[in-house]
């Protein structure tokens, strides 16, 4: 029946997808080589899908068996019902392994899910004040500096003046060396109190052993 229906697939269809390995045996075994027949179709350089006359092949355990033409390192994948696959295409041959390329993509596709996993996110939160905080406030918002920090965030730290307070800088610039100082065993002073417009900011950033926790 599965023979039946691929018979009636498009054009040469039938034909390349019994060129492209064994035959197959059963319905996952024509999905497999049904498979391999997307990956030439999506242009990557498997089996029929490889131009080059001739290669240099390496065997699935590794071993150089040397330069030949295309068509008989396709004959020796096709032995061990697996795939031909070019992994050198700008060697003069192109170098090509025999490998059961569907693994090799799902192994390389979990590779890099788990390289983005270990790959650590930095935002920078930010903790505003008033250069006349109470320090009640003034704990609260040391308190949120600490969990931004313990979490591997920066903290952007902005006392802001309103009128007359900018002729207080000193003050605005105390509070940022309390924050400092209250944080200093998590957290280091990256970018130093500056004035910006009508506010003075400051940056701290997790120490190097805490990111890594």
């Known amino acids: 029946m599965l023979k039946a229906v691929f018979r009636n697939l498009p054009g040469e269809g039938y ?17 497999k080589i049904l498979g391999r027949c997307n990956t030439i179709r ?3 350089q498997v ?7 001739e290669v240099r092949l390496i065997d699935v355990s590794g071993k150089q068996l040397g330069i030949m033409p295309t068509r ?17 295409p700008k060697a003069k041959p192109p170098v090509c392994r025999i490998m059961d390329y569907d693994k090799y993509k799902y192994e390389q596709s979990k590779r890099e899910k788990e390289a983005r996993k270990k790959q650590k996110v930095i935002t920078v939160k930010e903790v505003r004040l008033r250069p006349n905080i109470e320090e009640h406030d003034l704990k609260v918002k040391m308190r949120n500096a600490v969990r931004f920090l313990t979490s591997g965030d920066k903290v952007k730290v902005t006392v802001r003046f309103r009128g007359r ?31 910006e417009g009508r506010q003075m900011t400051m940056v701290l950033a997790p120490r190097p052993e805490q990111s890594e926790k």
């Open 47 to 53: 089996n029929e899908g490889i131009r080059a006359r």
């Open 42 to 44: 999506r242009g990557f």
């Open 15 to 31: 034909q390349k997808l019994i060129s492209c390995g064994v035959k197959p045996k059963g319905f996952w075994g024509t999905a």
């Open 72 to 88: 008989e390192a396709l004959r020796i994948s096709r032995d061990h019902q697996l795939d031909l696959v070019v992994v050198a």
């Open 165 to 195: 307070q900018i002729a207080y800088k000193d003050a605005g610039r105390e509070l940022l060396d309390e924050i400092a100082e209250g944080v200093k065993e998590l957290g280091v002073v990256e970018k130093g109190a500056r004035v």
